[in-house]
């Protein structure tokens, strides 16, 4: 009888993987409600503005989409063929799609009514976007073209052509709008400047291009095609600085978060993917029941909108704490209680605190005035430290008020010192001589009875009289001089006018 050894099996402990706070974030995205489109979902797009509605572009219709209760509000199906690309202008008021006849069309918002139709592309047009000034619209087709049209016009102002298969992908830089970028099925990305229409750098991504992202200050561009996307240097002249390939299958709309901190990809294996563009590592990664073939997260980032080709619209929201939607009790309007709500209220841990603006009081020469204290007034801008300019102004100020003998009035020695001896430093700029002339002889008109008895004064206004004397003197030599260059110019002239004469008559 054979004997069987008793085989032991030792158990491994499983590390477990905590959460990071990264994934912590994206897993509060929870479903909010998964929604039937008639056909694949090819384009989902939010506005730019508050309440961020979003539109929905599938089949022949573009629907635009509740932020608040994720219903539809506008129903727009005025298309002759499939629609691509519904995008709503930064104000809210118009949308623009194209659809598979080549057609691009311009829709008011609130009405539905068509306002605008461009007729110029042969084949089926997926990329239609506003520029940045919304009276242009840039748009890809699978001609091989890239068009920028005029609204009011109706007409292309730029037509750009170099690619060599279908334009699906382009996108326009909000900070330099002369710079747009487009992808092609000929495996290339293209960067457009617009003020020459040509082609500033192409690159080459190994796999028909499907989107592409461009960062705010158009150093670095993302290219999606195939599994892989790949990041370039554009002022390096289009280097590759990394490529990454976690998708099994080919990557079929890619956007960024608001900060441009994170890349989100949905791709046709059925994930989403969130890549940290520090490292361009995975962060999280979501599951979905079907191909991912759009995707758009809101601008406050509460939203996360997914489009599958089974016609499924799945809508994940993120809900705030318990502690934001709280609804806090408000006082009575008037009652002390009304008057301190918020007097504890420490803010959070990553909030921003911006110091109060300190209030800065009236100088004390402008409280003087304002209280009619002129003398006072006055003598708060005779210091030493004070600019001749803030003096001078002060003056012409005390003269616009008529208020001037009573400001220099009634002073003693001690405090007529500092005017006398600010007319005797300025007297002779020219940009106060006139003014400080005019409060010389106020001075003088006030004083002159007295001045022999003030031995500090007196010899004050001989200084002031001194000075004067000796720039009228200066003056005079000066007219002299001026005299007598105007003298030999004018000598200097008819002779050479008479030499021009005699050359003429020979």
Known sequence: MSSYKKLSIRKFAVPIVKDTEESKFWKKFKIHSTLSETASVTSIKFSPISPYDFAVTSSTHVQIYSSQNFKVKKNISRFNDIAYCGTIRNDGKLLVAGDATGLIQVFDTNSRAILRTMRGHDLPVHITRFMPNNSQIFSCSDDKSVRIWDIPGQEATSILQGHQDYVRAGVINNDNPHLVLTGSYDQTIKLWDLRSNTCAISMVH????????????????????GPTITVWDTIAGGRVVRSVSNHQKTITSMCFNQSQSRIITGSLDHHVKIYDVQDYEVVHSIRYPSPVLCLALSPDEKSLITGMTCGSLTIRHRKTSSQEQREIKQPKVGSYQYFTRGRTYNGMQDDF???????????????????????????????ETTNAILTVSMLQELIHRDVLRIAIAGRDDASLEPLIKFLIRWINDPRYTSLLCDVGEVIIEIYAPVIDSSPLIKKLIESLHAKVKREVALQKEISKVIGSLEMVFAKGTISASEMTNNTTSF
């Not at 028909?208 to 993302?222: A, K, Q, T, Y």
């Open 353 to 383: 605190i911006i110091e109060a603006k300190r209030r800065y009081h009236l100088a004390s020469y402008d409280n003087y005035l304002k209280k009619f204290q002129y003398s006072n007034a006055l003598d708060a801008v005779l210091t």
């Open 206 to 225: 190994d796999a028909p291009v499907e989107d592409v992202l461009m960062f705010s200050n158009g150093g670095m561009i993302v290219s999606a095609g």
